[in-house]
């Protein structure tokens, strides 16, 4: 039981014994702040490595999904089971031509390619990947999410407007607005989580739920699907992928992008679905936290099981209205997200933290929430609800033909 | 300290590595440029008028909308950490805080402000 134990633990702790084995090594010939310098750069290295590796097998991973939900194989020709469809992809993409159009503002244009990719990265720096495994636990953890998260918007508006294209201005706008529209409910839902917390750190919010021996998502759950259909909103994807919206105005705001500079703007699509889903397992479901398994294993099956909601969404959900999609945000999640946030204040004062009482409260609580939304929006009542009469289909009338 | 110099390092390589990505295209692509190709993309048209155009006013309250509750976002945070250690008293306070913005979405709402149209 021991010995079981004991490797249990070290395959839980495999990468952080490997890092300071690493350190230590480095520390026989190197002195101090050089070992920190390298071990900082090795950290980057390894989160930028792990960005761009998880997104050939996260492409390869939905596309055959969505093959599957539309009845058809999805790739399946390049390596074993089209695992290096990405790569195919990729070299492709480095190898096409690149076309900017003599009308474009050359500077901006080319600038807005690079920018969408820094955030992206940027926001797995503060992700716990396991027990001890996050790059820079910092105090502010959430709020710096919140704050270079925000920053896509930009790179959107940059690319969207440089074109100098009446599709590309168009889906630049448009994402403007349902960003900036998004965003309000998505952190407002996770101030409720904060202030069970009392931390702003990502480590504190995992460890936190440790101590509550519940996942947030079980004391919070109107906020995680806030955030979720937030985030989902907040990254363009379907059923809000407006920006995009190929039956509309073509590509969006990536129309006038070709070759590598269109593959940057892929490749900051997919990173940030991955990290909103990172986040939401690490802010609701509990983090690297379960039993048996090692931490970052937990982290993994978490957070890939809500990119496959994800794409479930994809493949099931049509694509909303821009009015729908506006209304939606300021008239349903952003008055839900703030009557979840002053309940949970209200609740949060009234019951001892990390008890069962305190849980069964906040679970009840969300269940009256949820009830007296299903009340106000299809109300029994109401009279003038158009009955839905089934007319039993007849023949229809022969006509001659001749 | 170190985790900022972190935070630093990689927005300095997250801004390079593109930048690689690019050089690399560079390098692979081929380039055969011609005035039609390099003409602004409208489904096989010729653009008419000028692209750069003044935007409806919509856009402009909707994100003066978002300003306003992204600040309000910005005290809530410090309130919700502090929350276990502070009082009724800060409960009352955020709750006319609250009140007051959420008056301000329901006026917005009937002015028909958040009407897309």
Redesign the interface.
Known sequence: MEAIQGILEFIDQIFVKLSFWFSAQLANFLPDWGVTFIMMFATVLVLIVFGLASIIWINVFERKIIGRIQDRYGPNRFGPWGLLQCVADMIKLLTKEDVTPTKADRLIFNLAAVAPVIPTFMILAVLPFGRGMVAADLSIGYLYIVAVGCLGTIAIFMAGWSSRNKYALLGGMRTVAQMISYEIPMVLSVVGVLLLVGSLSMVSIVEAQGQWRLPFVVLQPLAFVLYFTAAVAEVNRSPFDLPEGESEIVAGYHTEYSGIKFAMFLLAEYINAFSICAIATTVFLGGWQGPILPSWAWFFIKTYFLYFVLIWMRGTLPRLRVDQLMNFSWKTLVPLALANLMLTALVAKLVPQYSHVGAIAFLVMNVVVIVCIALVKYPRWRRDRREVVLVPRTATPQVDSS | M??????G???V???I???I??F???I?????PA?I???????GLE?IGE??VR?RVQ?YI??L??VI??VE?VF??PW??????LD?FA?VE??IF?MI??GG?LYA?RKGV????
């Open positions: 170190t985790d900022y110099a972190l935070i390092l990689l927005l390589v997250a801004a590595f593109p930048l990505a690019m690399f295209g560079f692979l692509r081929p380039r055969k005035p190709k390099k003409s602004t993309y409208e489904c653009t692209t750069w935007f856009y909707y994100a909308i978002f509750f992204d976002t809530l945070y919700a950490v502090a929350y276990n250690q009724l409960l955020m709750f609250l913005l959420l979405l709402w958040l009407e897309w149209v």
